[in-house]
């Protein structure tokens, strides 16, 4: 059997028949007996025993200073990300103003994200291989894209334009994900548990610094006795139907301060379109790293491996029924955990002005604090995944979630202290189920690119279906019903997680013991520098 190794350079070197190589892959190991061809990325393989002055120049990976550097630069990515996809929860009674519409129109509109999300989960992940080394380009290009997709969102009052624009801004956002965390696994390598927490954990950041951004230019409601017997629904569409109207009496004047999230939506376009320079650098101007793989040369038709590509086998050791019924389980999880967190995040602040009176600063607050707690879960999951078991987490997680939802739906009704507190524990019971699920279901199967595909369009179609229920319950039942969905929500969480338990509780034990599964057909095999010396 001949492997051949790709490289970007033409310089070739034989090793004799009698040299044993080792290819290290998560956890198979290949030995080549026979004569292996290969050709060197950045350095000639005889130089490697070389001068100490040239081995830093010959290296194949970067130094840990240099993936401490890059990996702070994709948190700041995640950042960028977090700011430009939260920035429509933080303005969204002021974008339903200028577009003149409403809170089902805008939902419809904003199920562009989730299309988007869809097409480059499908996509994305052959883009990505076929293109190895522009895996920074693309982060460059998504981010630059995305800004100039964010600040035309406040201008468009066509409802295509503005599906649109949500659409490219959820496209790029899901190529960004998958680009990133794969630059992610290609530095750290078996230590990328901690990165990736910390690479998620700027999403956080980016959703706890919008609000801040965007606060100084919302619309301030002007206080109004004579519309306190018109329900709260009936009184936004009247001012959403008139506000872009200047021609009529003062008596439809309701703002003491008009909408200028024009400008906070410049801002956080002309902050994202700023970090893409970096990976502009990455890509153009830093060394590149020259990643050794071995293909097998190809006997296999392509029909042959499509089968192999899409078989729930491949991810558990040959088990196709087990394989089928864990994504089964994890799309059902990820399509409520995206949808839930999707609606809280975007329907909390007008919410609160809505239903129980709050200023427009006081519901910016109440954003803020919920991201403070989302982003310090995150972080806290650093050290919680390390100690407690994932499946008894997830369990843990989903059981605070559902009393939290309980406690909501009993006293944040019409209490603003108690919303006050609340929203404290949702974001800290609701942050980690996104990474906990994924841990989970690397527990019992093996998470390859096809798996990560299914489960992100399971996400995003969840996230299209809970906002536009949302936005249509909003619209014609009342505020109060974001109260309702978000108990359904905690409930339909905790029932999906014990249900997890329950159909793997036979193969927990086995799945502990079997910490060698074989490594899927789809995953490249790759070769380290030490194991050819």
Avoid at 159 to 165: D, E, N, R, S
Avoid at 417 to 422: E, G, T
Wanted: include cysteine; hydrophobic fraction near 45%; charge should be neutral.
């Amino acid at each position: 059997m001949c492997w051949v190794l790709k490289s970007t350079y033409e310089s070739h070197l034989i090793m004799p028949e009698s040299c044993d190589i080792i290819l290290v892959s998560v956890i198979i190991n290949y030995y080549i007996h026979d004569e292996i061809i290969f050709t060197c990325g950045t350095y000639q393989m005889s130089q490697i025993a070389g001068k100490s002055k040239e081995k830093k120049a010959l290296s194949s990976d970067y130094t840990f200073t240099e993936k401490v550097l890059k990996t702070i630069f994709l948190v700041i990515s995640w950042t960028a990300l977090g700011l430009q996809q939260e920035i429509t929860n933080t303005t969204l009674k002021d974008l339903i103003i200028l577009t003149n519409s409403n809170y089902e129109v805008i939902s419809r509109a904003m199920l562009g994200v989730g299309v988007g999300y869809i097409i480059s989960a499908v996509i994305g992940g052959p883009v990505v291989d076929m293109f190895k080394n522009s895996k920074d380009l693309m982060i460059a290009l998504c981010l630059l894209v995305s800004a100039l997709a964010t600040f035309f969102t406040p201008y468009s009052s066509y409802f295509i334009i503005l599906w649109i624009l949500f659409f490219v801004r959820g496209m790029c956002a899901g190529l960004q994900n998958i680009a990133g965390q794969i630059i992610i696994f290609n530095l750290w390598k078996e230590k990328a548990t901690g990165p990736m927490h910390i690479l998620h954990c700027g999403y956080g950041i980016g959703t706890f610094i919008i609000p801040l951004i965007a606060n100084p230019f919302l619309a301030v409601l002007k206080p109004s006795h004579t519309n306190d017997s018109i329900s709260t629904s009936i009184n936004i569409t009247t001012t959403f139907s008139t506000y872009p109207r200047i021609d009529f009496n003062t008596s439809i004047t309701q703002y003491t301060k008009e909408s200028r999230i024009k400008t906070a939506y410049l801002i956080t376009a002309l902050v994202v379109a700023s970090v893409s320079f970096v990976f502009m650098f990455y890509q153009f101007c830093y060394r590149k790293i020259s990643h050794f793989s071995f293909n097998k040369i190809e006997t296999e038709s392509k029909l042959k491996k499509l089968s192999k590509l899409i078989d729930t086998g491949t991810c558990a050791n040959g088990n196709r029924l087990f394989g089928a019924e864990i994504i089964g389980i994890l799309i059902f999880y990820f399509f409520n955990t995206v949808g839930g967190e999707f609606i809280f995040k975007t329907f909390l602040r007008s919410y609160s002005i809505d239903n129980l009176k709050f200023s427009g600063d006081d519901g910016s607050i109440l954003n803020t604090i919920f991201a403070i707690s989302y982003t310090a879960s995150r972080f806290a999951g650093l050290l919680t995944g390390s100690i407690i078991p994932i499946r008894i987490l997830l369990v843990l997680e989903s059981s605070g979630l559902l009393l939290t939802t309980i406690m909501l739906e009993i006293f944040a009704r019409d209490n603003k202290l108690a919303l006050w507190i609340l929203v404290v524990p949702m974001g800290i019971f609701v942050s980690p189920l996104y990474p906990s699920g994924m841990g989970w279901g690397n527990f019992f199967i093996s998470i390859t690119g096809t798996a990560t595909a299914v489960v992100l369009i399971g996400s995003s179609i969840g996230a299209m279906t809970y906002g536009w229920l949302m936005g249509y319950l909003y619209e014609h039942y009342g505020s109060e019903m974001f109260m309702h969905q978000t108990l359904a929500f905690g409930v339909i969480m905790f029932l999906c997680t014990i249900l997890m338990v329950v159909l793997t509780f036979h193969n927990a034990k086995r799945a502990v013991k079997n910490n060698d599964r074989n490594v899927s057909t789809c995953e490249h095999v790759e070769l380290n520098e030490k194991d050819i010396l």
